[in-house]
């Protein structure tokens, strides 16, 4: 039966999403049951095509990217895959009909890390994280707002500056295996081989201003919503803080993180925040 295909598809989802980003996969799970599924899918496609890119460095990954998107666009043509992933991907997809230039923009700033290693200009920078993290943002928005256009619109710029804010904080924290292992500079103007306190707090406060941008509308966001993304809203700034406070060096020989005593401690007062309506 198809519709055990389907249920198969969306634990592949899942399984991904816990696999991959533990911090993700929690605050997923404060969603509402009634989406919590869908941003798995929508998290599984975009973490296959980010693996494509970033660590399949024993194969060809042009072809393996190419045949990827190939796939992508039958699976929303046809409304199934073989690809599991895929297949629970356009589910979502067709579902709260996410528009096709949000996952085409997407695709496009995968493809730019197959070749592109530096980004010289703000513009350059800024059409990567729009690809990359806006639209990511974008797509699960879709999902928050159940199909609501008036609510989408109200909340897409808020839900751009998280997607940002969560890319770029990636971006400083994975300096090391970025700039060392990839060979990509993703920062404008900035010479990572050389990170000083300066450069840091110009990063640090571009991601201050987006976290700002995006705190006015996690306040906005449906009551299924809200929760869960305030919970990953709120690791994230943890994490930026602990990179603020962290000297460049460091940052730049090892992976910050937060440890998970931390997380449980952040997922409380979230929870305790959230009950007593303080957000």
Do not use: W
């Not at 980004?119 to 806006?134: C, H, K, L, T, V």
């Not at 060979?183 to 991601?207: A, C, G």
């Amino acid at each position: 039966m198809k519709s055990i295909f389907d249920d198969v598809s969306r634990n592949c989802s899942k399984i991904v999403t816990e696999s991959y980003s533990t911090s993700f996969a929690l605050a997923t799970k404060m969603l509402s049951p009634s989406i919590r599924k869908d941003i798995y899918n929508i998290y599984g496609f975009v973490r296959f095509a980010d693996e494509i890119v970033d660590t399949f460095h024993d194969f060809n990954k042009e072809e393996l990217f190419n045949n990827f998107e190939k796939d992508m666009v039958l699976a929303l043509e046809h409304k199934i895959s073989l690809n599991p992933i895929l297949n629970s991907f356009q589910q979502t997809y067709h579902k709260y009909d996410i528009p096709y230039h949000l996952v085409d923009a997407f695709m496009k700033s995968m493809r730019m890390d197959l070749t592109k290693k530096e980004y010289e200009s703000f513009d350059e920078y800024r059409e990567y994280i729009y690809g990359s993290a806006d639209v990511v943002g974008l797509m699960c928005l879709c999902v928050f707002v159940k199909g609501d256009r008036a609510k989408y619109e109200a909340l897409k710029e808020s839900a751009m500056a998280l997607g940002s804010a969560f890319q770029k904080v990636n971006f400083l924290r994975d300096l090391k295996a970025d700039f060392e292992d990839l060979e990509r500079t993703y920062f404008p103007n900035t010479n990572l081989s050389e990170l000083d306190e300066v450069s840091k707090k110009r990063i640090v406060d571009e991601i201050r201003a987006d976290f700002a941008l995006a705190y006015s509308g996690i306040l906005k966001l449906p009551k299924d919503a809200k929760f869960g993304v305030y919970t990953a809203y709120r690791y994230y700034k943890k994490l930026l803080q602990k990179l603020q406070s962290t000297p460049p060096l460091e940052i730049k020989n090892t992976r910050i993180r937060v440890p998970d005593y931390q997380k449980l401690g952040l997922l409380a007062q979230s929870y305790v925040n959230y009950k007593l309506q303080l957000l």
